[in-house]
């Protein structure tokens, strides 16, 4: 099943079409290329991304390194998120989380699908709009365990119905109990993404696929018009500025890379991989700020 028009990864005659090809030649400019690469040019990558020992994509997503948050109670999410991001060893292509109500579930986001997610996220407020029912549970209830939710959220298929994401612990209030609660946000999603991801490399593991991450972004906006102001600085996963985004662009739309036998966009695992040297190289703050503009009127 093909992808509207707004999702759809461009494939390499399209990428390289009226282009001037430029080849990379070392991995460490790889970064700086892209991201000066202007629309009249493609980038050619003869030379293998991901490590060695990771010779699959899925192998490097589910096992490669984590950039894991610390365990501090009272650190807030944006500042544990960036610190996390900050002291990642390289390579690495996930934001991971161990849950501070139990100490044992460790949630993940793909950096990828944190980009997607908030793509689908801008879709959605411009075109097809996410509908969040909500909160469920009593005021007390969701000051102690935080508030439930059942999300629709458009799918990026040409012919896909919508998904549904059921969240479980949005933190609402703001109370010592948000402060762990952040780490322990479930969200449990009608697609695939979950068996696909799962690593099962910890004893509890939980997975947020894009429809989530935009999903959240919709009760944290519903959330705050109905004078809930927290969820929105309760986000549980990176949210990336302009110009990553920008750069993220440009690695979907500029870049074929080498695969043995064919040459192929970059895959999810390339792009988190980038993602994770993009925010090594600019810092967090030039990776993660936003400078008022919303992911909405981000050109996607
Ligand atoms: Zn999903």
């Not at 139990?102 to 075109?127: C, E, F, I, P």
Request: charged share 25%.
């Amino acid at each position: 099943m093909g992808k509207k028009s707004f999702f759809r990864q461009p494939n390499v005659s399209e990428i390289f079409d009226g282009k001037k090809r430029i080849d990379a030649e070392r991995k460490g400019d790889l970064v700086a290329l892209i991201n000066s690469c202007m629309p009249s040019f493609a980038i050619y990558i003869d030379f293998p991304i991901l490590p060695k020992h990771y010779n699959r994509a899925k192998h490097f997503l589910k096992y490669g390194n984590e950039a894991m948050a610390s365990n501090l109670v009272y650190m807030p999410p944006r500042q544990a998120i960036a610190e996390a991001l900050h002291y990642a060893n390289p390579p690495f292509a996930s934001f991971a989380v161990r849950s501070k109500v139990d100490n044992t579930t460790v949630t993940r986001t793909l950096l990828d699908t944190a980009m997607q997610g908030m793509k689908l996220y801008a879709y959605s407020v411009n075109n097809a709009p996410i509908d969040v029912k909500g909160p469920y549970r009593k005021p007390a209830d969701i000051a102690e365990k935080g508030a439930d939710f059942v999300v629709s959220v458009p799918s990026e298929e040409m012919k896909g119905d919508r998904h549904t994401v059921r969240f479980s612990n949005v933190p609402l209030y703001d109370n010592y109990q948000k402060k762990r609660m952040w780490t322990d946000i479930g969200a449990i999603c009608d697609c695939d993404f979950s068996r696909w991801w799962i690593t099962s490399r910890y004893a509890k593991e939980k997975l947020f696929c894009q429809h989530a991450v935009a999903a959240y972004f919709a009760i944290a906006f519903k959330a705050f018009k109905e004078g809930y102001a927290t969820p929105s600085q309760s986000v549980p996963f990176p949210m990336f500025s302009e110009e990553a985004a920008e750069f993220w662009n440009k690695m979907r739309k500029h870049v074929v890379a080498n695969k043995g036998k064919h040459k192929m966009p970059l895959n999810s695992a390339e792009r988190s991989l980038l993602l994770g040297e993009y925010i090594k190289i600019h810092g967090v703050k030039e990776a993660l700020y936003h400078g008022g503009k919303k992911a909405a009127d981000f050109s996607w």
